[in-house]
């Protein structure tokens, strides 16, 4: 009979909201390829301990931006910015320090190793010879030959496995698939997720079949929020990993605090925080431990703030698992 | 002191939109450098007559959709999709005509002679050797060594200049020069209009210059129509050019009696008609001479529907230049 909401009401009402996001999603596409695709390579990388070697530890990378679908056959769409970047320098320094990679990013997006690249590098790199043959032009060279050479390093040795999506409802149904293949891994798991996730959706059913009519005026749209996933993630599909969530804001004054405020709700190991103008200069990593302000090295004009932000994380991370396996030893004692 | 608005006021609040349009939106890029580079490639193909060489005919191809920022520091925006096949193809054939084109496209869209390519080219076509030397897969060698190939002979002929947008400011804005630099070309100068452009904007000043908070719940967002500057292309920009401009609707019903409103609203020379899931099985191109329907030849695997509909269009486009000049010369007789 109170005027408040329970906090059980609240619980309630949020289980359902995630509920009816899933269930009103449209089907993601070779659902059961991928799902055995993913299971295969954790496998992989969780068999080797019988040999001596230690177990490797996987992260899953999210990158880039989702887009929120504003007509069912698909028209108008809104998108999140983002190119990628991070995602794809950050999946470089983690396999450098020994991690198995699951790279779930946006189609089209920055690649792995190919950061210095231009945007369409078979067009910009390349040329044609007189003889009608083709080669990589004498300044693009050693880019393009460390781009491909690397990325298939990585691919050959399965430590690297892409995963892409396009839509708020692929992004969402895939990190779910990939929460509940690592949960066996407990502490060994990671997730890094520098996606830039849509805060508003359309849901499904109540979304225009046909395209919007522009004759009819000004369009109001009407958007609701897209249920907190992060919170499921932490609770329900990997409760023992590792999570590193992002925060981006064009406004440095609520930057710090909202990304504070991220990591007690979702109870997160690291929330990221960024702001969108200095965002590949610096970034401040917010634990419970206090603010690491994590710098690009200025006297190296080729270094970039991921190199030092996946050391801190890697470093994190490993504590996190002696703290987590010596507390497992302790009460089973 | 009548109800209605009459055809004054409605022409005398339009010139206004389309000024608030213009005065609103943040600034070109290199608006100058580009503005040197299309009269440079115009002036190349307009000067061809003294060597007894017929003048070449320019069409400007604009492909793939453009944005609208929700955010003057943009994270979010609304999209229209569009992967530029269309525009692509219809480049290669218009090429093939003889035509010089100006391919103005959304950046990342699909190239002219890319089409049958994978979406990351470097990545899924290109391996690496035990000398960690790149080659080209055997499977992809001839469709990789063709688009390169192709593509290069084409910017070293000098007849395809390559210009980009990404939001609907920035291809309006570039459109507008276009049309002014082409405008003495008279009947020669053809639009073939394909990007899938933005119905709907929120003015620049009007937008929010910090990202929008996801906290204060659902949202509701009020976007204004765009001036449909078809209108403006046709009636000022370059009156004499010969137009072409696409519908793309999901629904079929309301398609062809929007294609035939379109041709006569903006005094169009043609509308080409599209329905979302056919398109690239069959067009309707509506004129004021009737409707044509164009379909991909379906014995050949390879085919598209591109390559009919560029030969009528260039067969329409020299049936108007005779026209064009005859009703001249019968004038200032």
């Not at 929120?68 to 983002?82: A, G, H, M, W």
């Not at 499904?204 to 919007?212: L, P």
Request: glycine share 6%; proline share 4%; with cysteine.
């Amino acid at each position: 009979m109170g005027s408040g909401r329970s906090t059980e009401d609240f619980e309630e009402s949020f289980v359902t909201e995630v509920k009816n996001f899933f269930d009103s999603a449209p089907p993601l596409k070779d659902r059961s390829v991928t799902n055995e695709k993913l299971k295969e390579f954790i496998k992989q990388h969780s068999h080797a301990a019988g040999d001596g070697i230690i177990e490797r530890k996987i992260v899953c990378i999210t990158s880039g931006g989702t887009t929120v679908p504003l007509e069912q056959r698909c028209v108008r769409y809104i998108d999140n910015f983002s190119s990628g970047h991070r995602g794809a320098a950050s999946t470089e320094y983690f396999l450098k320090a020994g991690y198995a990679v699951i790279f779930l990013h946006r189609r089209g997006t920055c690649q792995p190793y190919c950061r210095s690249l231009p945007d369409d590098p078979l067009l910009e790199c390349f040329e044609s010879t007189k003889s009608s043959k083709i080669q990589v032009q004498q300044s693009q060279a050693e880019a393009v030959t460390k781009a491909i050479t690397d990325h298939y390093a990585a691919i050959e040795a399965g430590v690297l496995l892409k995963l892409r999506f396009t839509t708020i409802f692929e992004y969402l149904q895939l990190l779910q698939m990939i929460g509940a293949a690592l949960k066996d891994l407990g502490p060994r798991a990671m997730f890094y997720l520098a996606a830039a996730v849509s805060d508003f959706y359309v849901p499904w059913e109540s979304m225009a079949e046909h395209k919007i009519q522009s004759a009819g005026g000004p369009l109001n749209m009407h958007l609701v929020q897209v249920p907190k996933m992060l919170s499921v993630l932490r609770k329900e599909w990997a409760p023992r990993a590792f999570g590193i969530s992002f925060k981006l804001e064009t406004d440095i004054q609520i930057l710090l605090e909202k990304a504070s405020t991220a990591l007690k709700k979702y109870n997160m190991h690291a929330v990221v925080a960024n702001e969108l103008e200095t965002r590949k200069e610096e970034v401040t990593v917010v634990t419970s431990n206090g603010n690491f302000c994590i710098r690009r090295d200025k006297s190296d004009a080729g270094s970039d703030v991921e190199s030092p932000l996946i050391q801190l994380l890697v470093n994190m991370h490993t504590t996190y698992i002696r703290e987590n396996l010596q507390s497992r030893a302790a009460s089973s004692q």
